[in-house]
């Protein structure tokens, strides 16, 4: 089945600590995104990226780096820079040819203490 | 500051219509209306989009205000299923979603 996975369900950390969350999509889209949920809030985008090997920065970028060296994967690191990143993360993935409708994975809760 | 605001709750009975109302006072020409739905601990599922027109899918009809700074999502006939938070987002000409911070609806039996 075509779809986008995100990896692990839960992820604990010790403060100060880098931390990478996974993102893979099958589904050939071009268009891939990381969004940030916090309790009760929407969702705050990270980082977009719209083609392999090119990525912009969303409206809560500091804190978090991505790559984009496959169309299929845009994995987020979360650094020790980043000062709340208790939250939970979902990725998801666009089709540029039908521009109106993104796909999301079902999201990564990490927790840091 | 937020593009997009909702009401934070809304309750409806099943079987009955859903009328979720949003403004976005400050859209540009060229930004598309979209709302998606979210289920707890899952990832936002699209529900229906438009620019200016009225629009309709199997889901449900979105309701564009004439000067487009707000709209309305209807669901015609709400069943327990439809119980989720309900987001409505623009987006750019770039293709970013800027997301309100949702209606939580609740169908009761």
């Known amino acids: 089945d075509g779809g986008i996975t995100q990896s692990p369900k839960y992820l604990f950390r010790k403060e100060g600590q880098n931390v990478t969350l996974s993102c893979e999509q099958n589904?050939?889209?071009?268009?891939m995104y990381w969004y940030r949920q916090d309790p009760g809030q929407g969702l705050r985008l990270i980082y977009y990226?719209?083609?392999?090997?090119?990525?912009q920065k969303g409206d809560i970028a500091e804190g978090y780096s991505v790559s984009r060296e496959k169309k299929e994967s845009f994995p987020l690191t979360v650094t020790s820079a980043q000062k709340n990143p208790t939250a939970f993360y979902l990725c998801?993935?666009?089709?540029?040819?039908?521009?109106?409708?993104?796909?999301f994975g079902p999201g990564t809760r990490l927790t840091v203490t | 500051d937020a593009k997009t605001t909702q009401p934070n709750s809304m309750e409806s009975n099943e079987e009955e219509p859903v009328h979720l109302p949003c403004n976005h006072s400050t859209i540009s020409g060229t930004d598309y209306i979209h709302w998606y739905r979210q289920l707890p601990s899952q990832g936002p599922e699209y529900v229906i989009h438009g620019l200016t027109s009225n629009v309709n899918n199997r889901m449900a009809s979105l309701a564009i205000a004439e000067d487009r700074k707000s709209s309305t999502l209807i669901l015609h006939r709400a069943t327990l299923r439809d119980a989720a938070v309900y987001y409505c987002i623009l987006r750019d000409n770039f293709n970013k979603f800027y997301f309100g911070s949702g209606t939580k609806l609740n169908v009761k039996p």
């Open positions: 589904l050939n889209h071009d268009a």
């Open positions: 998801a993935s666009r089709d540029s040819d039908s521009s109106y409708e993104q796909y």
């Open positions: 990226s719209q083609i392999v090997n090119d990525f």
